[in-house]
């Protein structure tokens, strides 16, 4: 075998190394592309997983925080009803006829001189005549009365209004069932 065949040779076993070495080398390219593709596929899958879930959180939220304005709101709403109704309730007790302002005065005059030794009555102005033998001076209330004992120390509030108040905080429930259900 002369030196030109031995060259021919090495050629030809570098040119088959290199085939191989090029097919091995295309084949791992391939895998390693495959493992990329699967690993972009479940990352993209995990993505569109949280994506979904913080969609879902967010319309949660939203969802939550919508519910609760509504909440706000109606509870808004039903405040000022109630508000209008006890308004409208003071706008009639100013406009009751005398013959029923005068017998609520004087059953409010029995209530208070059961509870306090009564000295002086504070009153409406429009309503001293419903006191004629008793001490009374004129305040600015709608209707009623304050009574106090000699020495100033004791006083009930038979106000329209104050007793306007006692009723809406203390029946508010039963107020909130009554105009809501």
């Known amino acids: 075998m002369g030196l030109e065949e031995v060259k021919e040779e090495v050629i030809r076993q570098a040119k088959e190394q290199e085939t191989a070495l090029l097919?091995?080398?295309?084949?791992?390219?391939?895998?390693?592309?495959?493992?990329t593709e699967k690993r972009i596929e479940g990352i993209k899958a995990?993505?569109?997983?949280?994506?979904?879930?913080?969609?879902?959180?967010?319309?949660?939220q939203a969802l939550a925080n919508a519910e609760l304005?509504?909440?706000?709101?109606l509870l808004e709403t039903k405040k000022q009803i109630i508000e209008n109704v006890f308004a409208e309730a003071k706008?009639?007790?100013?406009t009751l006829d005398n013959q029923k302002k005068e017998g609520y005065i004087k059953k409010l005059i029995e209530k208070?001189?059961?509870e306090v030794d009564v000295d002086h009555f504070?009153?409406?102005?429009?309503?001293?005549r419903f006191f004629k033998e008793l001490t009374s001076e004129p305040i600015d209330i709608i209707g009623?009365?304050?009574a106090e004992n000699k020495e100033k120390t004791i006083r009930v509030d038979y106000s329209f209004e104050t007793?306007?108040?006692?009723i809406k905080e203390n029946e508010m429930q039963n107020i909130n069932k009554l105009l809501f259900g």
Do not use: P, Q, V
């Not at 706008?91 to 100013?94: D, G, V």
């Open 46 to 60: 995990k993505n569109e997983s949280n994506t979904k879930k913080m969609m879902d959180f967010i319309k949660r």
């Open 144 to 146: 009623g009365l304050i």
């Open 91 to 94: 706008k009639k007790i100013k």
């Open 122 to 128: 504070y009153c409406n102005k429009k309503d001293t």
């Open 112 to 114: 208070a001189k059961k």
């Open 163 to 166: 007793m306007l108040e006692g």
């Open 23 to 35: 097919a091995e080398a295309r084949m791992e390219s391939n895998r390693i592309m495959k493992e």
């Open 69 to 73: 304005e509504n909440k706000k709101l």
